[in-house]
Structure formats: C-alpha cells, structure tokens
C-alpha cells in the first residue's frame, strides 16, 4: 500500500499519512467489506479514493501560510460596530452642547468652518475651537483606559513644556539684571 501510494502523491511523509489515512477508513467501514472478496482490492480502492478526494480538496485551497489571504478575506464582526456606534452617542452626549453642534455640522453634515459660525451665530475661529476641543473630548470619552492615561500624560507634558517656556524668558530677564 505504501509504494501505491508513494507513486500516487510522490512524497514519502504524505504516502504514510494516506495509508494510515485509508486503514483508519477501512477499520470504521469493516462491515461494508463483503467477505470472499479480495481485501488488497478494496484497500487499494479505499487508499486511491482517499488521495483523490483529498486531490480534489486541495485545488480548491490557497496556501496561506501567514494568514495573509485570511485576513484579507475576513469580514469583521457586525456586532462590534454596532457597540462602537452606541459608545460614540453616548460619548457626544457628553459634550457640552456647543462644541457637539459645531463637532456635527463640521465632521458629520460636512459643513465648512464659514458655514457652520453662521448657522450657529458665532464666529469662524469660536466654531474651530469649539471642534477642536469637542474632538479632543470626544478622543478621551472613547479611549480605552490604556489610551486614557497616554493621552493625560501626553496633556500633563504639554503643560510642563508651556510653564517651562513661560519661566524661561523670566529667568533671563533675572539674569539680565544681575
């Protein structure tokens, strides 16, 4: 049986596995064996079925080793979109009631910085403002908890790095006057 199957598939290690493949099969369907019958017959006919169907199997399969074609083919999980959208709500519910209607009419109507101070009364640079800290906002309400506190530390960096600025032209000035 081997060297039948080494002549169908051509390697060694995959002949071992299509006769071992084929006893397990003969040994479940011992009973569909018609005693007087020739046994190597009906083992070779199990072990040339087994290599055809796993042939046929085979055509239809891509290699992907590194998973590569699975994720592109992959469709991501509706349910998660579905959270993610019941978080965003709840997150711009949260924002103070300017900053959400200028952070909608710019990012989801589309509606230019002109457009959106005249429809909400104020001026261009106040409705940039208020979007800019609504985006702000919006990023820490959704963060994960990780994210959360780089952005803090990030903020808390940001501030050091203003007051050292605003010490710096001071302590020349000392110096100056020493």
Not at 92 to 105: H, N, S, T, W, Y
Not at 132 to 144: P, V
């Amino acid at each position: 049986m081997r060297a039948f199957a080494i002549s169908l598939c051509g390697n060694r290690d995959r002949a071992d596995d299509l006769v071992q493949e084929a006893l397990v099969k003969a040994w479940n369907n011992l009973d569909s064996f018609e005693v007087g019958t020739n046994l190597k017959a009906w083992l070779f006919t199990i072990l040339r079925n087994a290599y055809f169907s796993e042939l046929r199997k085979t055509k239809r399969e891509v290699a992907d080793s590194d998973g590569a074609m699975a994720a592109r083919v992959a469709v991501p999980a509706e349910q998660h979109a579905h959270l993610d959208l019941k978080d965003l709500n709840r997150a711009l519910g949260e924002l103070p009631i300017d900053q959400r209607e200028a952070l909608i009419l710019v990012g989801a109507e589309g509606f230019s910085y002109e457009d959106a101070a005249h429809i909400a009364g104020c001026a261009v640079g106040t409705v940039k403002s208020r979007v800019n800290r609504a985006r702000t906002k919006l990023a820490e309400l959704m963060a994960s908890p990780e994210e959360a506190e780089e952005m803090q530390a990030r903020a808390s960096e940001k501030v050091s790095a203003k007051a050292a600025a605003k010490e710096k032209p001071g302590a020349a000035k000392a110096k100056l006057s020493q």
